[in-house]
């Protein structure tokens, strides 16, 4: 009986342990320690991989003013609207466009059909997708891609356009639509994860001279400039 006191206390304080702590194990008299497995921890979720955040939160809010009306009336003599008429889309915070055209018949021997498009395309990072940057960059060589082709477009010259955000490229190009021959510049330019897309095109109606391939080019890509700056100044703190 002298030996059963002691063990008893010993087994009632092991009673007391919270759960938790059962996997420890208690000893009885005789030294012999009972062993209980420890329970089965659950595996840790894994981490949702990271991806860098994007440098643009947002489009410039008025996709219209994008482009100066100087530039416009340079471009786009006697515009229908010189206002622009704004395109419509899904959410204006991902994509916008804005669309200028007209017709200067102040010559009626020399009719000059202009048209504007500027096109903003904006790519948020995804953990699963990519970086906004990443997934720009693939998204502007898809619009490449598909302005060499664009609207029946033949004799599709492509090349890399200087000074225009972090990498742009020029695709020139000739259509024609109901017996009129259109000269084509389309400028796919990246700022950070926007890419911003530029049509400008021209022809000469009823027998008129079409304009030059190089003066339709520095037109897209003067447009294009302004375009990609106000990424920037829209998303100034």
């Given at each position: 009986m002298h030996r059963t006191a002691p063990r008893l206390a010993r087994l009632l304080a092991c009673a007391a342990v919270p759960v938790m702590l059962v996997a420890t194990g208690c000893s009885d008299d005789d030294g012999d320690k009972k062993k209980s497995s420890p329970s089965a921890s659950a595996p840790a979720p894994s981490a949702s991989p990271s991806v860098k955040a994007a440098t643009f939160a947002k489009l410039p809010p008025e996709v219209c003013k994008t482009i100066d009306?100087?530039?416009?009336?340079?471009?786009?003599?006697?515009?229908?609207?010189?206002?622009?008429?704004?395109?419509?889309?899904?959410?204006?915070?991902?994509?916008?466009?804005?669309?200028?055209?007209?017709?200067?018949?102040e010559d009626v021997k020399d009719l000059q059909f202009r048209s504007l498009t500027v096109s903003y395309?904006?790519?948020?990072?995804?953990?699963?997708?990519?970086?906004?940057?990443?997934?720009?960059?693939?998204?502007?060589?898809?619009?490449?891609?598909?302005?060499?082709?664009?609207?029946?477009?033949?004799?599709?010259k492509t090349e890399k356009a200087e000074g225009i955000g972090e990498g742009a490229n020029l695709v020139a190009t000739d259509t024609?639509?109901?017996d009129d021959d259109y000269r084509n510049a389309t400028v796919v330019a990246r700022t950070g994860n926007v890419v911003v897309t530029v049509k400008y095109s021209g022809a000469g109606f009823q027998g008129a001279k079409n304009p030059?391939?190089?003066?339709?080019?520095?037109?897209?890509?003067?447009a294009a400039k302004e375009a990609v700056a106000a990424v920037a100044a829209a998303n100034k703190s």
């Amino acid at each position: 009986m002298h030996r059963t006191a002691p063990r008893l206390a010993r087994l009632l304080a092991c009673a007391a342990v919270p759960v938790m702590l059962v996997a420890t194990g208690c000893s009885d008299d005789d030294g012999d320690k009972k062993k209980s497995s420890p329970s089965a921890s659950a595996p840790a979720p894994s981490a949702s991989p990271s991806v860098k955040a994007a440098t643009f939160a947002k489009l410039p809010p008025e996709v219209c003013k994008t482009i100066d009306e100087k530039t416009i009336d340079k471009l786009v003599p006697k515009a229908k609207k010189k206002e622009g008429e704004a395109l419509p889309t899904s959410d204006a915070n991902d994509s916008a466009s804005c669309f200028w055209n007209g017709l200067n018949d102040e010559d009626v021997k020399d009719l000059q059909f202009r048209s504007l498009t500027v096109s903003y395309k904006r790519l948020a990072s995804d953990p699963t997708l990519g970086s906004g940057e990443k997934r720009a960059e693939k998204f502007a060589e898809q619009q490449v891609t598909k302005a060499t082709t664009a609207d029946g477009a033949k004799d599709a010259k492509t090349e890399k356009a200087e000074g225009i955000g972090e990498g742009a490229n020029l695709v020139a190009t000739d259509t024609k639509k109901d017996d009129d021959d259109y000269r084509n510049a389309t400028v796919v330019a990246r700022t950070g994860n926007v890419v911003v897309t530029v049509k400008y095109s021209g022809a000469g109606f009823q027998g008129a001279k079409n304009p030059a391939a190089d003066e339709i080019a520095k037109g897209a890509q003067d447009a294009a400039k302004e375009a990609v700056a106000a990424v920037a100044a829209a998303n100034k703190s």
